[in-house]
């Protein structure tokens, strides 16, 4: 079946150090999208590609990059990791969109849950 | 004011009940909506979406109101297994959405 995965599910890291999250999927979607999600919080939209092109939020801290060296793979990098990074990581896939589409929903990812000691 | 808002709940219903829920947005340029459900640590899935002129998928049906900015889920003969989260989610742009997220609605059913 199509989806999208995401490894690890389950992600511990120390203060400071460096973590890498991965998404990958078999959709063939344009767009990859990553979101932070904290308890009884709404996803937070980080950032998200349009094929290559790389959309930053604007109140996305420098502490997370991204990468998407193709269609299928994307990942989340945080340079090092805070107290307050400890989140649900969710991953996101959709096609590219026009006005009224009916069928544009996302598509999520498990998500990779993050504990930072 | 956020952008999406929803009550947060929870709703504690009996099974077999009918149940709605509301959602208000504040940006009238949003072109779609969508209902997703989220299971307790699990990603979001897609319920529905949620069509001008309304649409209905078995026991749920989605409403918009474009004028007064809303879009409502009803829920009938509600069983065990629909206790979840329901977010909102609206999304717009052109070429690439941006979707964003109401903080949810909290749903228990009970027994």
């Known amino acids: 079946d199509a989806m999208v995965i995401q490894n690890p599910r389950y992600q511990v890291t120390q203060f400071g150090k460096p973590v890498t999250l991965s998404c990958s999927q078999t959709?063939?979607?344009?767009?990859m999208y990553w979101y932070q999600q904290k308890s009884s919080q709404a996803p937070k939209l980080l950032f998200h590609y349009y094929d290559k092109d790389f959309n930053n939020e604007a109140d996305t801290p420098d502490n997370f990059q991204s990468r998407r060296p193709n269609t299928s793979f994307c990942f989340l990098d945080i340079r090092s990791p805070g107290l307050g990074d400890a989140a649900m990581y969710l991953c996101?896939?959709?096609?590219?969109?026009?006005?009224?589409?009916?069928?544009?929903?996302?598509?999520f990812g498990p998500g990779t849950r993050l504990t930072v000691l | 004011r956020k952008e999406v808002e929803q009550d947060p709940g929870p709703f504690n219903v009996p099974e077999g009940a009918t149940v709605a829920f509301n959602c208000t947005y504040s940006n009238s340029a949003s072109q779609s909506f969508f209902w997703y459900r989220q299971d307790c640590r699990k990603e979001p899935k897609l319920l529905m979406s949620?069509?001008?002129s309304g649409n209905e998928d078995g026991r749920f049906t989605a409403q918009l109101n474009r004028a007064s900015q809303y879009i409502s889920l009803l829920i009938r003969d509600s069983k065990l297994s629909d206790s979840a989260t329901y977010l909102c989610v609206l999304g717009r742009g052109s070429g690439t959405y941006k979707y964003i997220f109401g903080t949810g609605t909290r749903l228990k059913v009970l027994a």
């Open positions: 949620v069509y001008s």
């Open positions: 959709l063939n979607h344009n767009v």
């Open positions: 996101a896939t959709s096609r590219n969109h026009y006005s009224g589409r009916a069928s544009n929903e996302q598509f």
